[in-house]
């Protein structure tokens, strides 16, 4: 396995220093929730790193794509071997499936050009991605498929995943997801129904399987069987986690960390290549804002709807129909979303999402540590939301810190 230059930066500082735990409100659901991203989703484990040094342990994970992969890692090993596991996991997968990558200290000064210069270096990286796969990952199939001929779902791609399997199941316990120690969710979407799905442990028992299918991205990625259905991923159709979160019952006092790999907002292309690179940033960061609104206002309802309940008397609380249908519907708890977005850097092209560069990997986990160590230092964003909503976001760079 190649080296990375400063490793050790991104190693987790002792858990058991004092000032650097941090002692939560009580809340029942601490969420981490990590959004599809290819080659971004390094942030996710700087963000997860963040959180670690921080000693706060989410009790949901829930995932889509590179997410539902990084969620595999976290919920698959024992706390203190959780990001030595993900640096192992994107140090194999940021190779090249066959040959050597080039010597640790000529990518660091590729990457650490011009900006013209790694502009081409990355694209370079990019491309070796399309042409021979990654280590761990994917590999081409051989030979290509036909466009017209007709063969099994299975093998209806253009590259073969069966390399992740071994990598998650040397990775990943799979007893340990499937123990109950936290609740995991991953995403997918049927193929042949067209209907989003959540594989969730406290439902089925997951399996490689259900990780996998969650990344299947068509047409590089052929559909995953789970039990005798065929599914892809589930940024096909909604690349955020967040509703799976908000709609859950009974609904509890929940504290959500929601990372996201693409951002909604961004300069306004001026070349093709540019316009590709934002077409896919609207595309797959558009469901998370229109989650979030629609779960702020649902539960402003629900909680102006309890307020008003309490001021009508018991017993016409109890014997009244409309009364006890608006109950149903009320609710008090408390939702505080924490944004962490990945915001994307002047050198990188429309192809981001597949250039895993170990350089470019490590850079994506650096931003990960830097934005939640910087959120964090905002303690009173995690206290629990006030006001007639019971609902509050926060987003270092929307706020502007």
């Not at 698959?76 to 940021?94: H, M, S, Y």
């Not at 590729?110 to 502009?119: A, G, M, Q, V």
């Not at 504290?255 to 590709?276: E, K, N, T, Y």
């Amino acid at each position: 396995m190649a080296e990375i230059d400063d490793s050790e930066a991104l190693q987790p500082e002792t858990q058991n220093e004092g000032d650097k735990r941090i002692d939560l409100p009580p809340y029942e659901t601490i969420a981490l929730m990590l959004q599809g991203g290819g080659a971004l989703g390094a942030y996710q484990a700087g963000v997860y790193q963040g959180l670690y040094e921080a000693g706060i342990e989410p009790n949901w994970i829930a995932g889509i794509s590179i997410g539902a992969l990084n969620t595999a890692i976290i919920a698959g090993n024992a706390p203190k071997d959780r990001v030595p596991r993900l640096l192992q996991f994107w140090e194999t997968i940021c190779q090249p499936a066959f040959g050597f990558p080039l010597p640790a200290f000529i990518e660091h000064a590729l990457f650490e050009s011009p900006d013209e210069i790694r502009k081409a270096f990355t694209a370079w990286q990019a491309l070796g991605a399309i042409v021979e796969g990654q280590k761990g990952f994917f590999v081409p199939r051989f030979p290509p498929p036909s466009p017209l001929a007709a063969g099994s779902p299975q093998t209806a791609s253009y590259y073969d995943t069966t390399p992740l399997r071994a990598t998650l199941e040397g990775l990943c316990d799979f007893d340990r997801i499937n123990s109950g120690e936290k609740r995991v969710s991953v995403g997918a979407v049927n193929v042949a129904t067209g209907n989003f799905a959540y594989f969730d442990n406290t439902k089925i028992k997951l399996r490689a399987e259900h990780f996998i299918a969650s990344g299947a991205l068509p047409p590089g990625f052929a559909a995953v069987e789970v039990d005798g259905q065929f599914y892809w991923d589930g940024g096909l159709m909604s690349n955020t986690p967040l509703y799976e979160i908000a709609q859950a019952t009974p609904r509890r006092d929940t504290l959500a960390f929601q990372v996201d790999l693409w951002s909604a907002r961004g300069p306004v292309p001026d070349s093709i290549v540019d316009v590709m690179g934002r077409v896919k940033d609207v595309q797959y960061s558009s469901r998370t804002r229109l989650v979030t609104d629609q779960m702020q206002r649902s539960q402003r309802y629900r909680n102006v709807l309890q307020h008003v309940l309490d001021l009508v008397p018991e017993e016409l609380r109890n014997n009244d129909e409309w009364c006890r249908r608006a109950a149903e519907l009320a609710c008090s708890k408390r939702y505080n979303v924490i944004h962490l977005i990945y915001r994307h850097k002047e050198y990188e092209g429309h192809y981001k999402d597949y250039q895993f560069g170990l350089s470019t990997m490590r850079e994506h986990w650096s931003s990960g540590l830097d934005d939640i160590r910087r959120t964090l230092a905002h303690r009173d964003w995690l206290k629990m939301p006030n006001g007639d909503s019971g609902f509050i976001t926060h987003d270092i760079h929307r706020d502007g810190s």
